[in-house]
């Protein structure tokens, strides 16, 4: 380890100690009400309270967002190979989907939850909406920037349309299509959390909006940094994998 | 012995933003078989529309294409081949994987293709780089294994685009030997498009000369001699003199067109 | 021409479709095209919901704020992270291992904070526009091109002229996009908020609508949230040109 990567890392660790411990000390000495802000330990403890039904609602809440994760994958590569490589559909239909994908889709939530009530569909649905369009346009843009040699040379060689998609541009948007699977997750998984919020009656959504709601600060920040935890080991394994398939790139 | 390859008067106009440009005119030409024809020219000239045209890629305005006596509509893998300057390999696919490309398109079963390519591996002086992937191999590697990917199909006629044009001037002559090599000893029909009159000189049988554009043969000169060629020889210098002397005016004509 | 006629020709058809089915299921739930307009009519005229105008300006007051905070604290701690290179590798993985958090899970904490009232959005937004605009400084420092810096310094400018003079304009295109991000995030993080629970400002009128079932009047909301939101946008936009325009 190089003398820097040591005070990074010394750096990192005196910042977190310093801060649990500063927090502790300000909880205890009673500056801050403990309704609003729970000391450290207390939320230690709130774990253990907690715990079986946090990790029950946190499996519901991965439960829902695996189901939205796998739907938005699968049409937004579709959609995105369908519409990306045939030039008029992009054409036309580009402005239409950059108006649908930055349109933000909480606004829509109240109306689905009016057709599908409360509870897993409208979860899932809403979940699938918020991962489908950036990767519909991750992948649209990624057919477009299949270097064009490649596509000649496969026609000089004799490749039919079938080949053309099937060993060439598939290929050829791996990347695109891992960094979409990278971000949808994250979207897909904000997109139920919303829903349970708002209209939840399981999931780390509706555990989160109740505690805060039952004014249970230490119960809450306990399971706030367990969804969050969970969050980012997600996305760290995805990175792993990602790099993994990644070999030829270089 | 009637020619391989046809071109009659054929013309190109491609529409641009700033109205429609006229990429070939009226331009002629015939390859016999087994010949390596040099298409040489200044830039703009139209001669990779023309190669294009050859291999099915680009059609033409009015005129003909004919390839063994068959009209050119598209691609046909079966008799003609084309490498491109930049090199096209696939990036995640390994050199061998590159080189069976071809095989693979036209149903070649897995065992039959493998060793058909690891077996050109050898005179590409790719043996030890199957495996790699382009990334990990020099630009003169990437455009052997370009050629060892037309060379595989086994077609009657290679088609070539500067595929020299991106390398270093050692690099390029290297390939130029190796190439003609190869040409020799499969006795394919080449036709190479090129900037380097060192190039057209040393490995055609004939060299075409293009006009700025819009596109038309000026001349062809005719190379007979024996390969390898001395190139300081009094007659490879008289040629060379004659040749940048019909290059030079076109060359400048484009240039002033800029 | 002929691309725009075919957009609009689209878009027509799925007006008519939509038009055709809504009233065929059941028009009160799905809200045909033809019952949207009289029903922004209403709301534009101050009728459905009186209390319109000062909503939107509470909801616009909340953005400004937070987008405010979420700038200068972005602009700061993002400095701090691409200046020093410590700092950087300290915190910079923690800043970009807390942004792969879907943000929400923060909002409970902070409703129970901040109440329901304008703060708890108005924080809400402002974590929302923190981080794209951390990254961005961070991002545009990192890709300041060194050899520039080292010109720089050769004609004897200290490290305050070096970074006012060189590195500001240097980043700006990376910058203002970060910006422009951070402004739309900032928008959605105050709307979600007033949505997920609020007394007032555009979120609360439109669940009110969505709790009576005031369907018609839901989507006319929803239509001013929205021209609000591409107001907004728009005008980041312009200032995005013209920064990148100087910049260039």
């Given at each position: 380890?190089?003398?820097?990567t040591?005070?990074?890392?010394?750096?990192?660790?005196?910042?977190?100690l310093?801060?649990?411990?500063?927090?502790?000390?300000?909880a205890?000495?009673?500056?801050?009400?403990?309704?609003?802000?729970?000391?450290?330990?207390?939320?230690?403890?709130?774990?253990?309270?907690?715990?079986?039904?946090a990790?029950?609602?946190?499996?519901?809440?991965?439960?829902?967002?695996?189901?939205?994760?796998?739907?938005?994958?699968?049409l937004?590569v579709?959609?995105?190979?369908?519409?990306g490589?045939?030039?008029?559909?992009?054409?036309?239909?580009?402005?239409?989907?950059?108006?649908?994908?930055?349109?933000?889709?909480?606004?829509?939530?109240?109306?689905?939850?009016?057709?599908?009530?409360?509870?897993?569909?409208?979860?899932?649905?809403?979940?699938?909406?918020?991962?489908?369009f950036?990767?519909?346009?991750?992948?649209?843009?990624?057919?477009?920037?299949?270097?064009?040699?490649?596509?000649?040379?496969?026609?000089?060689?004799?490749?039919?349309t079938?080949?053309?998609?099937?060993?060439v541009?598939?290929?050829?948007?791996?990347?695109?299509?891992?960094?979409?699977?990278?971000?949808?997750?994250?979207f897909?998984?904000?997109?139920?959390?919303?829903?349970?919020?708002?209209?939840?009656?399981?999931?780390m959504?509706?555990v989160?909006?109740?505690?805060?709601?039952?004014?249970q600060a230490?119960?809450?920040?306990?399971?706030?940094?367990?969804?969050?935890?969970?969050?980012?080991?997600?996305?760290?394994?995805?990175?792993?994998l990602?790099?993994?398939l990644?070999?030829?790139?270089? | 012995?009637?020619?391989?390859?046809?071109?009659?008067?054929?013309?190109?106009?491609?529409?641009?933003?700033?109205?429609?440009?006229e990429?070939?005119?009226?331009?002629?030409?015939?390859?016999?078989?087994g010949?390596?024809?040099?298409?040489?020219?200044?830039?703009?000239?139209?001669?990779?529309?023309?190669?294009?045209?050859?291999?099915?890629?680009?059609?033409?305005?009015?005129?003909?294409?004919?390839?063994?006596?068959?009209?050119?509509?598209?691609?046909?893998?079966?008799?003609?081949?084309?490498?491109?300057q930049?090199?096209?390999?696939?990036?995640w696919?390994t050199?061998?994987?590159?080189?069976?490309?071809?095989?693979?398109l036209?149903?070649?079963?897995?065992?039959?293709?493998?060793?058909?390519?690891?077996?050109?591996?050898?005179?590409?002086?790719?043996?030890?780089?199957?495996?790699?992937?382009?990334?990990?191999?020099?630009?003169?590697?990437?455009?052997?294994?370009?050629i060892?990917?037309?060379?595989?199909?086994?077609?009657?006629?290679?088609?070539?685009?500067?595929?020299?044009?991106?390398?270093?001037?050692?690099?390029r002559?290297?390939?130029g030997?190796?190439?003609?090599?190869?040409?020799?000893?499969?006795r394919?029909?080449?036709?190479?498009?090129?900037h380097?009159l060192?190039?057209?000189l040393?490995?055609?049988?004939?060299?075409?000369?293009?006009?700025?554009r819009?596109?038309?043969?000026?001349?062809?000169l005719?190379?007979p001699?024996?390969h390898?060629?001395?190139?300081?020889?009094?007659?490879?210098?008289?040629?060379?003199?004659?040749?940048?002397?019909?290059?030079?005016?076109?060359?400048?004509?484009?240039?002033?067109?800029? | 021409?002929?691309?725009?006629?075919?957009?609009?020709?689209?878009?027509?058809?799925?007006?008519?479709?939509?038009?055709?089915?809504?009233?065929?299921a059941?028009?009160?739930?799905?809200?045909?095209?033809?019952?949207?307009?009289?029903?922004?009519?209403?709301?534009?005229a101050?009728?459905?919901?009186?209390?319109?105008v000062?909503?939107?300006?509470?909801?616009l007051?909340?953005?400004?704020?937070?987008?405010?905070?979420?700038?200068?604290?972005?602009?700061?701690?993002?400095?701090?992270?691409?200046?020093n290179?410590?700092?950087?590798?300290?915190?910079?993985?923690?800043v970009?291992?807390l942004?792969?958090?879907?943000a929400?899970?923060?909002?409970?904490?902070?409703?129970?904070?901040?109440?329901?009232?304008?703060a708890?959005?108005?924080?809400?937004?402002?974590?929302?526009?923190?981080?794209?605009?951390?990254?961005?400084?961070?991002?545009?420092?990192?890709?300041?091109?060194?050899?520039?810096?080292?010109?720089?310094?050769?004609?004897?400018?200290g490290?305050r002229?070096?970074?006012?003079?060189?590195?500001?304009?240097?980043?700006?295109?990376?910058?203002?996009?970060?910006?422009?991000t951070?402004?739309?995030?900032?928008?959605i993080?105050?709307?979600?908020?007033?949505?997920?629970?609020?007394?007032?400002?555009?979120?609360?009128?439109?669940?009110?609508?969505?709790?009576?079932?005031?369907?018609?009047?839901?989507?006319?909301?929803?239509?001013?949230?929205?021209?609000?939101?591409?107001g907004s946008?728009?005008?980041?936009?312009?200032?995005?040109?013209?920064?990148?325009?100087?910049?260039?």
């Open positions: 380890m190089s003398a820097e040591l005070r990074v890392r010394l750096l990192q660790a005196a910042s977190v310093a801060l649990l411990a500063a927090w502790e000390g300000v205890r000495a009673g500056w801050v009400d403990p309704l609003f802000v729970p000391a450290p330990s207390a939320v230690a403890r709130a774990f253990a309270r907690i715990g079986p039904s990790l029950a609602g946190l499996g519901d809440t991965l439960f829902k967002t695996a189901v939205a994760y796998v739907l938005s994958v699968v937004g579709l959609f995105g190979v369908a519409i490589s045939v030039r008029a559909l992009r054409e036309v239909l580009s402005p239409f989907v950059v108006a649908v994908y930055g349109m933000p889709k909480i606004l829509v939530l109240p109306w689905i939850v009016l057709i599908l009530g409360f509870g897993t569909a409208p979860a899932i649905v809403y979940g699938t909406i918020h991962g489908f950036p990767i519909l346009v991750l992948v649209m843009g990624g057919v477009r920037d299949v270097d064009r040699t490649l596509v000649t040379v496969a026609r000089a060689f004799g490749a039919s079938w080949q053309l998609y099937w060993k541009l598939l290929p050829a948007i791996v990347p695109t299509v891992l960094a979409g699977m990278r971000l949808g997750i994250v897909c998984l904000l997109g139920v959390l919303i829903v349970e919020m708002f209209a939840g009656v399981r999931g959504g509706h989160l909006g109740s505690l805060a709601n039952g004014f230490p119960e809450l920040f306990a399971a706030t940094a367990l969804v969050s935890a969970s969050s980012i080991a997600i996305v760290l394994a995805l990175d792993t990602n790099d993994r990644s070999h030829w790139r270089g | 012995m009637s020619d391989l390859i046809v071109v009659e008067r054929v013309g190109k106009r491609y529409q641009t933003t700033s109205g429609p440009v990429a070939l005119h009226d331009v002629s030409l015939a390859v016999g078989a010949e390596f024809c040099t298409v040489i020219g200044p830039s703009g000239c139209g001669k990779s529309t023309l190669l294009g045209m050859l291999g099915g890629l680009v059609a033409a305005d009015g005129g003909r294409v004919l390839v063994d006596g068959r009209p050119v509509t598209a691609p046909d893998p079966r008799r003609v081949a084309t490498v491109f930049e090199a096209g390999l696939f990036p696919r050199a061998l994987e590159n080189v069976e490309f071809g095989l693979e036209q149903g070649v079963p897995r065992g039959q293709r493998r060793a058909r390519a690891s077996e050109l591996l050898g005179p590409l002086g790719l043996r030890d780089f199957a495996a790699k992937y382009p990334r990990e191999l020099s630009g003169g590697m990437r455009q052997r294994v370009a060892g990917r037309a060379l595989a199909i086994d077609t009657q006629i290679i088609l070539m685009d500067e595929p020299f044009g991106a390398l270093d001037e050692q690099t002559m290297l390939m030997e190796w190439l003609l090599d190869i040409w020799r000893r499969t394919k029909t080449v036709v190479f498009v090129t380097s060192h190039e057209a040393a490995l055609s049988t004939r060299v075409v000369v293009m006009t700025a819009p596109g038309r043969i000026k001349s062809v005719e190379l001699m024996p390898p060629r001395a190139m300081e020889s009094a007659e490879m210098t008289a040629l060379r003199a004659r040749l940048w002397g019909e290059i030079r005016d076109e060359s400048l004509r484009a240039m002033g067109e800029r | 021409m002929r691309v725009l006629a075919l957009r609009a020709a689209i878009l027509a058809l799925l007006l008519l479709a939509w038009e055709a089915a809504a009233r065929a059941n028009p009160l739930l799905y809200v045909p095209p033809s019952a949207v307009l009289p029903a922004l009519g209403r709301l534009l101050l009728d459905s919901y009186p209390d319109l000062p909503s939107l300006l509470l909801t007051r909340e953005i400004a704020v937070a987008y405010g905070l979420a700038i200068a604290a972005g602009l700061g701690g993002g400095a701090a992270l691409g200046l290179r410590v700092i950087g590798r300290a915190y910079g993985p923690i970009g291992a942004y792969a958090v879907p929400v899970v923060w909002y409970p904490s902070l409703m129970l904070f901040f109440g329901l009232d304008a708890s959005k108005i924080a809400f937004g402002f974590l929302l526009g923190f981080f794209p605009i951390t990254l961005a400084v961070l991002a545009g420092i990192r890709q300041v091109n060194p050899h520039m810096l080292a010109v720089a310094r050769a004609f004897g400018a490290p002229t070096v970074f006012v003079k060189v590195m500001i304009p240097a980043m700006m295109f990376t910058l203002v996009g970060g910006l422009r951070g402004l739309a995030l900032s928008v993080g105050v709307i979600v908020g007033e949505i997920l629970g609020s007394k007032s400002g555009m979120g609360s009128l439109i669940n009110h609508a969505y709790g009576l079932f005031r369907t018609s009047d839901y989507v006319a909301l929803v239509l001013v949230t929205l021209a609000l939101i591409v946008d728009a005008i980041a936009s312009v200032v995005e040109h013209r920064a990148q325009r100087w910049s260039e």
